[in-house]
């Protein structure tokens, strides 16, 4: 695991996990990030990618679609079926290029899909964002159950007549 350093303190704990079967793919990935502020982690095939979700609990992962034992598709489709992971945001990274793809990683639950060979200003951008809007998503349900909590320490209301 490695841990990134920046000023900005909107993704200070935030974790990404880069699963990718090729290692030189990963390790361009990591130098990309290098200025998010950002725990990250990698994966080297779909079944370790599943293994390190249980373990490491990324905020983002960007996700190849070729590799072996589970392709990408499988792992996405797999952790938006669980509720439990279904909030972690899916970047699939890949050289696959048809619409038919496309439609694939749409189907299987992508938040978003980034065309290798990867432009590193438009993926840093990219997770930002992500990272903003899984913030955002959490302080919403932070609030939501602060609200609930409230509405349930409040008196029954009286009927008036």
Known sequence: M??????????ATSRILIADDN???RELLEVYLA?????????????????????????IILLDIMMPKLSGF???????ADPTTRQIMVLMVTALGELGDIERAVEAGTDDFLSKPVNKIELVK???NMLK??????????????ISSMDNDLPPRQAQS
């Open 2 to 11: 490695q841990k990134n350093n920046s000023d900005s303190s909107s993704t």
């Open 23 to 25: 290692e030189p793919n």
């Open 35 to 59: 200025d998010v502020d950002c725990e990250i982690a990698t994966a080297v095939d779909g079944s370790d990618t599943l293994e390190k979700v249980a373990s490491f609990k990324p905020d």
């Open 74 to 80: 499988e792992v996405c489709q797999q952790l938006k």
């Open 126 to 128: 990219r997770v930002e």
């Open 133 to 146: 809007l899984r913030h955002v998503s959490d302080e919403l349900q932070r609030l939501r159950s602060y």
